[in-house]
């Protein structure tokens, strides 16, 4: 009986029990990875969960690095010896030689050095030299300071002596409290080293001064606020584009991915609001590995991003420049943590369509076909394999083992190697002549291809009545002289099998064909039972995403099994029995395979307009 296909389930233990074996395969190429990728990202709410604040972090852990080193790599040298502008390393340090007098260096106050290398104490009126500071060969006499000699007249001074100093010299300009002296303008509290000087402590260089440390240059410069990411706060995600993805297939490890991708951000800075457009390369290297279920995953083992393009539009403020590099730093440090979650995201969703796969779809009332990984994908450099095992089962979790119903010595069809892939195809899903068989020995075994055939059901057929039969046997219509109408009741009792040659796919089905007497008050009488082997042809197509088959009648051959009437020759029955079979059984046949078969679901590949091949043991098809 002729029954319609519903949903039917089938057990897990069932499904996943027993041993693999592969009988489908299903090659894409990068292409299509990336095309599953860039859909996933479209149609999901990945992006959405980037935008908001920026968790920009402690100046311990994210920023807070001096700014200089953002562009110093190495630790910049200190130099202990004389002053500095702004901090302890080499910018503002005022470069000298060590045969010059510094500020602050190793020469005391109110010392100065000749050209012979000699140091000259001012205050004491004696000098040393470069080498020894405590004396040296020269004679210190020759030099002595006019302090002590009685002071002349305005109008009466008396000349001085070689080698003498004037006082006012000696007691002015370098001595206590003149130019060089203590106090004076260039000594320890003079207006460029003392305390509120122009470099001292205070003064408009020095450390608390306007460009000193604390001041401007201390504000914008090494460990100033804008050199760490306190400089800026508020930074928010307010747009991310669709990100432009590209696939490189990494052999027997996974795949390198590359999400390119386009930021805006808004933000505050002590000098202005900021308005930022960033241009993101996102790269992940991604691992395919199985898990313990036996499903394939895709494992990021390492993230990066590299920014590029980064544009930022200070709405009012100054210093562009140095807002850039702070920009520049704080997002290379914060978008990893952003952007890299979001690969994750989406390879969780290529991962769950991968786990599409292993879903039951239905076969009617009669069973389910479900698709399993047999073994771990296989990665070349032009395409990746997977290997899957089809289970086709019964209603109630019983599985299909084709070729059911043959002896077990029959060695098992293995899966033949497949073609190389043409320059335009993205995926080849080749089906093995086992699977087909398993289809169709579901519906064998669930009687979907039995069928009773009456006289009147196919206006096409002869009459079928004890008449016409009497017409091709004679001792038929001497048995039954009034006519009496029959009833051919077909059975296929063994699978049909499915071979697949070049450009050829051959079904051949054996079935039993019993004509029956309908007798009054329901008596029925066997007139006869014939076998029946049938080859047919079978074409195929896809519709949607289902595997159409449609077969016609090519021959068929008859047997006599048994008679009620005697022997006769059996080939005075072909013709009817080929019609009947011709236009009735495949036109019930081929209404149970317009179902479909359904193909496996796995990164929204499209077969409907797939080009199909026939070959050895093989049905491929090439989209």
């Known amino acids: 009986m002729w029954t319609a296909w519903c949903v039917a389930a ?5 499904v996943c029990g027993g041993h693999q074996e592969t009988t489908t395969v299903l090659r894409v190429t990068k292409d299509v990875l990336s095309n599953a990728i860039s859909g996933t990202l479209q149609r999901s709410d990945a992006l959405h969960s980037a935008l908001g604040e920026v968790p920009v972090g402690k100046a311990g852990s994210v920023g ?17 010896n004389g002053h500095q502008l702004g ?27 000749e050209s012979d290398g000699n140091v000259r104490d001012l205050r004491r009126g004696d000098y040393r030299s470069a080498e020894n500071a405590k004396g040296g060969p020269r004679d210190p006499r020759r030099y002595r300071s006019a302090e002590g000699v009685a002071t002349a007249g305005r109008l009466h001074r008396r000349e001085l002596r070689p080698g003498e100093i004037p006082p006012g010299v000696a007691t002015g300009a370098l001595g206590s409290g003149g130019l060089l002296g203590t106090g004076g303008i260039l000594a320890t509290n003079g207006i460029l080293s003392g305390q509120g000087g122009l470099l001292g402590g205070g003064g408009l260089l020095g450390d608390g001064g306007l460009l000193g440390g604390g001041g401007v240059l201390g504000v914008l410069g090494e460990g100033g606020i804008l050199s760490t990411v306190q400089g800026i706060t508020g930074l928010r995600i307010v747009e991310l584009t669709l990100p432009r993805v590209s696939v490189r297939l990494l052999p027997g490890v996974g795949v390198y991915l590359s999400l390119y991708t386009r930021v805006a951000i808004n933000g505050k800075s002590l000098i202005g609001f900021l308005d930022i457009a960033v241009e993101v390369n996102i790269t992940a290297k991604v691992r395919l590995t199985m898990d313990r279920t036996g499903y394939p995953r895709l494992v990021i083992e390492r993230c990066d991003t590299l920014l590029g393009g980064i544009k930022v539009k200070l709405l009012r403020g100054l210093l562009p420049n140095l807002v850039d590099n702070l920009v520049n730093r704080v997002l290379a440090n914060v978008l990893p943590d952003l952007l890299c979650p979001i690969v994750d995201v989406v390879l969780g969703l290529v991962n769950d369509q991968l786990g599409l796969v292993d879903s039951l ?63 335009n195809t993205n995926s080849q899903l080749a089906i093995s002549a086992n699977f087909l068989g398993s289809v169709l020995t579901l519906l064998q075994k669930q009687g979907a291809l039995d069928i009773d055939i009456t006289n009147g ?34 059975q296929v009792p063994n699978p049909p099998s499915v071979t697949l040659q070049k450009d050829k796919a051959l079904v051949k089905v054996f079935a039993t064909s019993e004509i029956v007497v309908s007798q009054p008050n329901d008596v029925e009488t066997t007139i006869c039972l014939l076998d029946v082997d049938t080859e047919l042809l079978a074409m195929f197509s896809v519709e949607g995403d289902k595997l159409m088959i449609d077969t016609k009648l090519d021959k068929t051959s008859l047997n006599l099994r048994t008679s009620n009437v005697g022997n006769f020759d059996v080939g005075l029955m072909e013709v009817l029995v080929g019609k009947i079979f011709d236009l009735a059984f495949m036109p019930a046949m081929n209404a149970v395979l317009g179902s479909g078969v359904p193909l496996p679901k796995i990164l929204n590949i499209d077969f409907s307009n797939a080009d199909i091949d026939v070959l050895e043991d093989l049905l491929v098809l090439s989209a």
């Open 457 to 490: 059901m196919f206006e096409e057929l002869p009459p079928l009545t004890t008449s016409t039969l009497g017409a091709l046997i004679p001792k038929v219509f001497q048995q039954y002289p009034e006519s009496q109408p029959l009833t051919i009741r077909i």
């Open 64 to 80: 807070g690095v001096p700014y200089n080193d953002f562009h110093v790599r190495n630790v910049p040298p200190k130099y202990p």
């Open 361 to 423: 779809v239905p076969l009617g009332i009669l069973g389910s076909v479900q698709y399993t990984f047999s073994s771990l994908p296989l990665v070349t450099g032009e395409f990746l394999e997977l290997d899957l095992n089809t289970l086709v089962g019964e209603a109630g979790g019983g599985l299909i083992d084709y070729p059911l119903g043959r002896p077990a010595m029959t060695p098992r069809q293995k899966m033949p190697e497949l073609p190389p892939m043409g320059d």
């Open 10 to 14: 089938l057990s897990v233990a069932a």
């Open 87 to 113: 901090g302890s390393y080499k910018y503002g340090r005022i470069e000298t030689n060590d045969n010059t007098a510094q500020l602050g260096a190793k020469y005391r106050y109110g010392e100065i050095l």
